[in-house]
Every structure is written in structure tokens, then in C-alpha cells.
């Protein structure tokens, strides 16, 4: 049974774009392309994002001179957005366009090569004038090893993510990576999702590296906190100034050297150990 939860991602989408989108001809394989725009970009709190046309055929299971196809058409009448074109290196970053005013209701329907004038009535529904409804089959299920193949093209895509986010902290990455095995304890399973990793991330971005080393060191220090999820550490870096972060780290550093001090005991039993066993034996008579 899948174990699906908001904690381990979610979208945020207005119901206003549901309730248009609903009333726009689109047929299924556009629709799955515009659910995966969705998903890498307002499932990540970002606009846009590069998403290539292979991506995208991966993601959907739809062969990619489909994919280029529908995209195209998306395009086209302006659902989907251009945000910046590809460049040798890197793909175009595409966006959803969540002004439908915008959207262009002069399309081909699937399945019929008339082409068709939708208007916009007062009650902001949408006329095609057709006759007769279009109707598509959005294609079968993904098999258990198709569904597979995408876990693992996502897994790349988050790992890369993650990747790219650590760079930011390598001053400091085993004290974020002692606050997120501490985070891994809040889920019954005792793991969490590379997705809400990748959000954990995102948060980090926006506050300054000190604010970050502090929420962390702050969680780390307080067991009464390591129950807490996440939110509650996002919680802890709005309400820090930098100047309060930063007299926090240093109090957490501080009191992190003088435990690691070796005590006079120690110090004596090495001395001994230095002279020769016979000084332990002594030492320990």
C-alpha cells in the first residue's frame, strides 16, 4: 500500500487554475505534461524550471516526439511559458502561465482537424461550439518496472538537487546532517523522503547561512525540540536576526570546545602512559 502523505511533498495550486483548467480543451497526454510542469515548479515553491522534452517523456511515459508535440501546442496558446530559451549546456526553463485570460482558446481538438473558436461565456465557461464532446484516452497505467524507471529518473533529479544545495554549506555540513538524522527520527518509519529533503533545502536558501547554522545548532543542543518536524525549525530561522545567530553559534561552539577538553584525570593517566606501564600500574594502585 502506498505510504503517501503531505509531509512528503505536496503542490500548491489555486483553485481557480483547477476550475479553468477543467474547462480548457486539452486532451490527456497535455494535461500529464502540464501535471509534471506543476510538479517542478510549484511543488517546489519555484515558478520555473529547466525541463527538457526527454525529461518530461520519462516523467510521462510518452513517446518524446509527443511530448515535443503537445508541448508545442501548449506553447502555442500560452498555457506553458517560455522562461528562458536552452542554451548549449542546459535546457529551457519552462513556466505555467496561471493567467487563463491569457490562455489562446483557438486550438485543433484531438481528434477532429476542424479547428475550433472556443469563447468565453459570462459565467466564464467555455463554448467550443463542436457538437460533440472529445474524448481521449490518457493511455494505460504505468507497469510496476515503468514506475520503477521514473523512481529512479526522480531519485537522479533530487540527488542532483541536493547536491547542488550543499554546496552552499560545506563550512558546516555535518552539523546540517546531524539536525536531518535528527529529523529522520519525527517519521514512524525513521526515514525521510529525498523530496522533503529537497524542501528542507529550499528553506535554508532563504535566510543567511549564520540564521542556518544557528536553527541548526539550536535544534541539535535541545532534545526537547528533536521531536519537532520541520516546520518548527523553519520556524526557528524566521524569528533569528543574523546578530542573534551569530552569538549563538558562537555559544554553541564554545561550550562544544570545552567538552571536548580532555579532563585532569586524563591528562594525568596520559603523563603515565608516556612513562611506561609501570606508571599505570602505580597509578592505578
Known sequence: ?????????????????LENIARFPLN????RIVDVIWRYTYGFNRKDHELSEGFISKATNIHRKQVQRELNELISCKMVLIAKEATFNTSRKLRFNKDYEQWVVTKKLPGNEKEVTAKKLPDNQIDTHT????????????????????????KKEYSLEIENFRNRYTNFLPVIDEYLDILRT?????????????????????????????ACLTV???PALHSKKENYFYGIMRNTRADEAAEKVRKYETL????????????????????GSSGIQEAVR
Open 220 to 222: 541539535i543542543h535541545s
Open 131 to 154: 457538437g460533440s464532446e472529445s474524448v481521449t484516452s490518457p493511455g494505460s497505467e504505468l507497469a510496476t518496472q515503468e514506475r520503477q524507471y521514473l523512481k529512479t529518473i526522480l
Open 28 to 31: 490527456g497526454t497535455q494535461h
Open 256 to 275: 562544544q570546545q570545552e567538552h571536548s577538553k580532555p579532563n585532569g584525570e586524563y591528562q594525568r593517566l596520559k603523563e603515565l602512559l608516556n612513562n
Open 186 to 214: 519525527t517519521r514512524a518509519s525513521g526515514k525521510i523522503s529525498d523530496s522533503v529533503i529537497v524542501r528542507v533545502y529550499e528553506e535554508m536558501l532563504k535566510f543567511s547561512v549564520i540564521v542556518v547554522k544557528a
Open 1 to 17: 500500500m502506498a505510504d503517501v502523505q503531505k509531509e512528503n511533498g505536496y503542490v500548491k495550486l489555486a483553485n481557480e487554475i
